[in-house]
């Protein structure tokens, strides 16, 4: 199983600003997925990381708000870019396992003021 | 793109008590995959169904993957309080992306 550890755990934010998220995973994967968790709801997919290619975005999300960075195998970043109230949030990063279903990353809770 | 309802929102239960939620999809499913969030954590992995029919049970947890592919279940036996949390269903849509649906809130009485 994938150990997954990603930072911040939380932070408070001004509006306009940009926060950056990172995740880094104890082995080489693939593809790294960044989800977002609004209070009380579901999971909704933001982007498939893959490394040495252009994140994939999910309808919605586009990169200038989400830019996702993946130098490498074990690591990724997501900048939640311009930040409002609305992207107040759990935002979680993921790996997959190998016998199907996803690890996820402890989450970074959003709060813009 | 697919698409799972999940069913109930939420449900309070007296500990001892069972539990089911249930996943549903309009179109057949190649998998289903069960998630378990406790308050404040992160969603964890519990189980993925493939085959039709399909029956699993992990202690007081039992998931089923229905015939034709299209629901799904998951049973608690004689909750504790230690089951507390959301649970969500999820597909493996391929391609790597995986979609969730809404969860359900377990409370648990003591």
């Known amino acids: 199983s994938a150990v997954i550890s990603q930072k911040p755990s939380r932070d408070i934010c001004q509006r306009g600003t940009s926060l950056t998220i990172q995740c880094q995973v104890d082995s080489q994967v693939t593809m790294m997925f960044w989800y977002r968790q609004q209070p009380g709801q579901s999971l909704t997919l933001i982007a498939t990381a893959n490394q040495g290619s252009e994140a994939t975005y999910e309808s919605g999300f586009v990169i200038d708000k989400f830019p996702i960075s993946r130098p490498n195998l074990t690591f990724s970043t997501l900048t939640v870019s311009n930040m409002s109230p609305e992207d107040s949030s759990i935002y979680l990063c993921?790996?997959?396992?190998?016998?199907?279903?996803?690890?996820f990353g402890s989450g970074t809770q959003l709060s813009v003021l | 793109g697919q698409q799972v309802m999940q069913i109930p929102q939420y449900q309070h239960v007296q500990e001892g008590e069972d539990f089911t939620t249930y996943c549903n999809s309009s179109?057949?499913?190649?998998?289903i995959q069960w998630y378990k969030q406790r308050p404040g954590g992160h969603p964890v992995f519990l189980i993925q169904?493939?085959?039709?029919?399909e029956v699993k049970k992990q202690k007081r947890l039992t998931f089923q993957f229905g015939e034709a592919k299209k629901n799904s279940s998951l049973h608690i036996t004689a909750t504790q309080t230690t089951d507390v949390g959301t649970y969500f269903c999820a597909v493996d849509t391929g391609g790597f992306k995986t979609i969730f649906g809404a969860g359900t809130r377990l409370f648990v009485k003591a």
């Open positions: 179109t057949t499913l190649s998998n």
């Open positions: 169904l493939v085959k039709s029919g």
């Open positions: 993921s790996v997959g396992q190998g016998n199907g279903g996803l690890f």
